[in-house]
């Protein structure tokens, strides 16, 4: 019967068009909008995947990662000195304005590395060699930067290719690969020396300790005994990416924002699903009261249009999940809007739309339900 | 008397009421009805509009709960029996054949016929097998897979014929057959109706308005305000059927 079940299902072609476009849309919405905010909330912790440490240390007031607060140069060998350290790094994070060619200026954000370990290093570097970065006036510059400072250039800025930072020149030795900043800034890479002679002199210029715990110390130990022991604020990687998250759910609108359109497209979905399967099974009550008289069970027509329902549930989910990753794919290309879509997002979708499907077949069970076999008698 | 003692009744129906609604609203459709019909006959019940014949039609055929009195068809007490395996009767034992044809529009015509079958839990496969040869026994060889839309209401309720008889079901319940169609076709189809009524183990129960066809019945049974008011055809009047 289930093969009859899906003719059905398909002679009725505006109604089946308009079911699986219903979950296309509802399925389009939930993931896309999803993995946009995934993404941003991925370029919120940029900082954690440019530079990776299995230690954060910070002042103690610090909660998230791009709100840091500088610390005292004295702090880094603080840190050092602790138990469960292996090592203890400094780095320099700051803003400053590159100059482009046509006189404007455009935000980058800069960071000084170790001079002598370069920790905190660029995750991929595309061209030239990382330990040029310790040449003078030298930077390794990421693609977004490359691709920022080179306008009004009559060609791409290049290995060797100079510009203005912060009223200095700066040498482009390097082309790395990084994640983009939340306020979008380009990644710029120097030396902790060469960073701060990039920067305006300030009191306090170190920016955060990246450190290693020492052999048979977990990170949640030895984060616990330095703050123990400097009563500075020590993350985990681990507990730095989730206390940025939650800073930017609760100190932004973007989370509302986002699942209110993800919400949306929840109530469009069950809302289009819904009403089009029930005007669907009213229309065909009909025949699905003849069937009952012939003797089909009320089970038996509960899965007939449970097999309706699920079909173009499938159908639907499939083709938004397509057309999700065909935008996936154009906007990373782009690296514009941020997108993100971690496999337990399609299959979060997935039982989100199987979940309208079962809605839907239900609402249209419950009239087959209580419908007599006796209405087919009736002119 | 009970059906199951008697060999020649297919349908014994004793005292059976049925009322639609309640309180002030209530509507008596079915005043204590007694009702027969036999085995190898076709048996019309008419009466004018809103007599109870589409509702005693329905009671009959196990697609309507009755409120009192007794019904046994081919020696299952209907009135005995859960509403569960009233559906299992219908599904083997009935067969129905609607006014408006009742067919699927957007199954073909040999889907259509092959549902009381895979109802039935045979294969596909031999059901529509099944299914094909039955629309060739009722003249439409060829047909099968043209949607029922395609065809004439003629055709269209010979579909639905052959729909009824696929799964040799005993009792064939006929609401208003003839009414949708013309004059020659619906004597084409009270032919069809006729022979299939031939067979000894089953029966065939009409009802209908359109006095073109009464001539067609072995007896007749007339109905008023709920209730059966006289039997005509063998063994009682023939006025009406003449």
């Known amino acids: 019967m289930y093969h009859l079940a899906l003719k059905m299902l398909l002679g009725d072609r505006a109604k089946y068009a ?43 007031n610090v909660q998230q990662a791009n709100e840091l607060k500088a610390l005292r140069d004295t702090d880094v060998n603080r840190v050092r000195s602790v138990t469960g350290v292996a090592w203890a790094m400094p780095i320099y994070v700051t803003i400053q304005s590159a100059k482009l060619a046509d006189g404007n200026f455009k935000p980058i954000m800069l960071v000084g590395l170790d001079n002598t370990t370069l920790v905190g290093r660029p995750p991929i570097m595309l ?25 009004g250039r009559a060609k791409p800025l290049g290995l060797g290719d100079t510009f203005e930072l912060n009223d200095k020149e700066a040498r482009i030795v390097g082309i790395c690969r990084a994640d983009r900043h939340f306020f979008g800034y380009p ?71 986002f699942v209110s359109i993800i919400v949306l497209g929840f109530i469009v979905g069950t809302t289009i699903s819904g009403q089009t399967f029930y005007a669907f099974v009213h229309e065909n009550l009909r025949h699905l009261g003849a069937l009952k008289a012939m003797g089909a069970s009320n089970s038996l027509l509960a899965r007939m249009l449970l097999v309706q329902s699920f079909t173009v549930g499938f159908l639907g989910y499939g083709i938004g999940v397509l057309l999700v990753t065909l935008f996936g794919q154009v906007v990373l290309a782009r690296g514009d809007p941020p997108f993100m879509l971690p496999w337990q997002l399609p299959a979060a979708t997935f039982a989100i739309v199987m979940g309208i499907c079962a809605f839907s077949a239900l609402l249209g069970i419950v009239k087959v339900w209580k419908v007599e076999p006796a209405i087919v008698f009736r002119g | 008397m009970s059906a199951s003692t008697s060999t020649q009744l297919a349908v014994h129906v004793r005292a059976v009421t049925k009322t639609f609604g309640t309180g002030e609203a209530a509507v008596p459709a079915l ?93 596909r496969r031999v059901a529509e097998q099944k299914a094909a040869a039955m629309l060739d026994q009722m003249g439409l060889p060829g047909r099968g897979h043209e949607r029922p839309t395609n065809l004439s209401g003629g055709q269209q309720q010979r579909v639905a014929i052959a729909r009824a008889l696929v799964h040799e079901p005993r009792l064939v319940i006929c609401d208003e057959p003839t ?64």
Not at chain 1, 129 to 151: A, C, F, K, M
Not at chain 2, 184 to 192: K, N, P, R, S
Not at chain 2, 196 to 225: Q, W
Request: hydrophobic share 40%.
């Open chain 1, 187 to 257: 990644y710029a890479y120097s030396t902790y020396t060469q960073a701060l002679q990039f920067a305006p002199k300030q009191r306090k210029m170190l920016s955060l300790v990246l450190a290693e715990p020492a052999p048979g110390w977990t990170a949640e130990a030895a984060a616990k005994q330095i703050q123990l022991e400097t009563g500075m604020k020590a993350y985990t990687e681990d507990e730095l990416f989730w206390s940025t998250i939650r800073w930017y759910f609760r100190n932004t609108g973007i989370p509302v924002a």
């Open chain 2, 179 to 242: 009414s949708a169609l013309d004059k020659d076709t619906g004597g084409h189809i009270m032919d069809l109706l006729c022979a299939v009524a031939r067979h000894p183990e089953r029966s065939v129960i009409v009802v209908t308005h359109d006095n073109r066809i009464f001539k067609y019945a072995d007896r007749l049974t007339e109905m008023e305000d709920g209730r059966v008011q006289r039997v005509h055809g063998q063994g009682g009047n023939h006025d009406l059927i003449e």
């Open chain 1, 127 to 151: 061209r030239g060699q990382l330990e040029d970065v310790r040449l003078p006036n030298s930077i390794i510059l990421d693609e977004l930067g490359i691709q920022r400072l080179s306008v």
């Open chain 1, 18 to 60: 308009m079911l699986v476009g219903g979950l296309t849309f509802a399925t389009m919405l939930m993931t896309q909008q999803s993995a946009v905010f995934f993404g941003l909330l991925k370029w919120t912790t940029s900082h954690l995947s440019n530079m990776r440490a299995k230690i954060w240390v910070v002042d103690r």
């Open chain 2, 31 to 123: 005043k204590g009805v007694d009702f027969d019909a036999r085995q190898g006959e076709l048996l019309m019940i008419v009466g004018p509009s809103g007599c109870g014949k589409t509702t005693l039609l329905s009671v009959i055929a196990g697609t309507l709960n009755f409120d009192g009195g007794e019904i046994d068809v081919f020696g299952s007490p209907l009135h005995a029996m859960k509403p569960r395996h009233i559906t299992e009767f219908r599904k083997r034992h009935v067969g129905f054949i609607f006014q408006q044809f009742n067919l699927i529009p957007t199954l073909s015509c040999i889907e259509n016929v092959s549902v009381p079958l895979l109802i039935n839990g045979v294969s």
